[in-house]
């Protein structure tokens, strides 16, 4: 018989992707007055394989961030990469490359240890996937996507949907404290629901409240929310997105956040 354990499938694919560019202004620390205006430049690296663990399971691993060469901020870039979970002493894209093989190797190391508990008794295949998107960038407003799935097992898989948004002149994260004058009024519960407008997912509700969250991008017309598998409605009602615009909601807003905007 062939010994399947370990055999690897095609080697690691390293893929990037074209680069995006716009306009980005004083990419250096706040109030520093020797920051240039540069390109602002997007790169992506992406590894990409498979391991034959057994007769009955694969097991794939596709992940894939983005490369900002323009940011040099260091507390930026770790806050980029926490939510993507990868950890690199360097943010270039060798050094990123090296963080997701590594992050592949424990990735297929677990699943075959996990297979000595439970070895699927029919063809399976458990997947790791995630991948970063930039959403928009404007005025040193940079909002990204982070996504991911994955099956390692049971009755069915995951999968998330995440926002952040970051502002490149402070070098800070953008949380509703700074948009909104009062987060945690309880009439924001209310407010939520009466914008809840899909009623499949409506019917799957767990909660009688639904919070604000820092789970959210927004554009100068409105701020969408996001909940993800499980957070306010159950695994069948998917990523729950809940947009409120800014014209009915703006007594509620930061007069900072409005003049940012250019709401006033």
């Given at each position: 018989m062939?010994?399947?354990?370990?055999?690897?499938?095609?080697?690691?694919?390293?893929?990037?992707c074209?680069?995006?560019?716009?306009?980005?202004?004083?990419?250096?620390d706040?109030n520093d007055?020797?920051?240039t205006?540069k390109?602002?430049?997007?790169?992506?690296?992406?590894v990409?394989?498979?391991?034959?663990?057994?007769?009955n399971?694969?097991?794939?691993f596709?992940?894939?961030v983005?490369?900002f060469?323009?940011?040099?901020?260091?507390?930026?870039?770790?806050?980029?990469?926490?939510?993507?979970?990868?950890?690199?002493?360097?943010?270039?894209?060798?050094?990123?490359?090296?963080?997701?093989?590594q992050?592949?190797?424990q990735?297929?190391?677990?699943?075959?240890q996990?297979i000595?508990?439970?070895?699927p008794?029919?063809k399976q295949t458990?997947?790791?996937?995630?991948?970063?998107k930039?959403v928009?960038?404007?005025?040193n407003?940079?909002?990204?996507?982070?996504t991911?799935?994955?099956?390692?097992g049971?009755?069915?898989g995951?999968?998330?949907?995440?926002?952040?948004?970051f502002?490149?002149?402070?070098n800070?994260?953008?949380?509703?404290?700074?948009?909104f004058?009062?987060?945690?009024?309880?009439?924001w519960s209310?407010?939520?629901?009466?914008?809840?407008?899909n009623k499949?997912q409506k019917?799957?509700l767990?909660v009688?409240?639904?919070?604000?969250?820092?789970?959210?991008?927004?554009?100068?017309?409105?701020?969408?929310?996001?909940?993800?598998?499980?957070?306010?409605?159950a695994?069948?009602?998917?990523?729950v997105?809940i947009?409120l615009?800014?014209?009915?909601i703006?007594?509620?807003?930061?007069?900072e956040f409005?003049?940012?905007?250019?709401?006033?």
């Amino acid at each position: 018989m062939k010994k399947l354990l370990g055999i690897l499938s095609v080697g690691i694919l390293l893929a990037s992707c074209e680069k995006k560019t716009t306009v980005a202004v004083n990419l250096g620390d706040n109030n520093d007055s020797t920051a240039t205006v540069k390109e602002f430049v997007v790169d992506s690296v992406r590894v990409n394989d498979s391991l034959v663990v057994s007769k009955n399971l694969t097991s794939v691993f596709n992940k894939q961030v983005l490369v900002f060469p323009s940011i040099t901020n260091k507390t930026v870039l770790d806050s980029i990469y926490s939510n993507a979970m990868v950890k690199s002493s360097t943010y270039d894209a060798a050094g990123l490359k090296t963080a997701l093989e590594q992050d592949m190797k424990q990735n297929f190391d677990k699943t075959k240890q996990d297979i000595k508990e439970f070895s699927p008794s029919f063809k399976q295949t458990w997947d790791d996937t995630s991948a970063m998107k930039v959403v928009s960038n404007n005025d040193n407003l940079l909002t990204l996507q982070y996504t991911g799935s994955g099956y390692t097992g049971g009755a069915h898989g995951y999968y998330f949907e995440n926002y952040k948004t970051f502002d490149l002149q402070t070098n800070k994260v953008i949380s509703q404290n700074d948009i909104f004058k009062n987060p945690n009024d309880p009439a924001w519960s209310a407010i939520l629901m009466n914008h809840f407008t899909n009623k499949d997912q409506k019917e799957m509700l767990l909660v009688d409240k639904i919070p604000l969250n820092n789970n959210f991008y927004f554009d100068n017309q409105k701020i969408t929310f996001v909940y993800n598998q499980y957070e306010v409605a159950a695994y069948a009602a998917g990523v729950v997105p809940i947009s409120l615009k800014f014209s009915e909601i703006k007594d509620r807003l930061k007069p900072e956040f409005l003049k940012r905007l250019k709401l006033e």
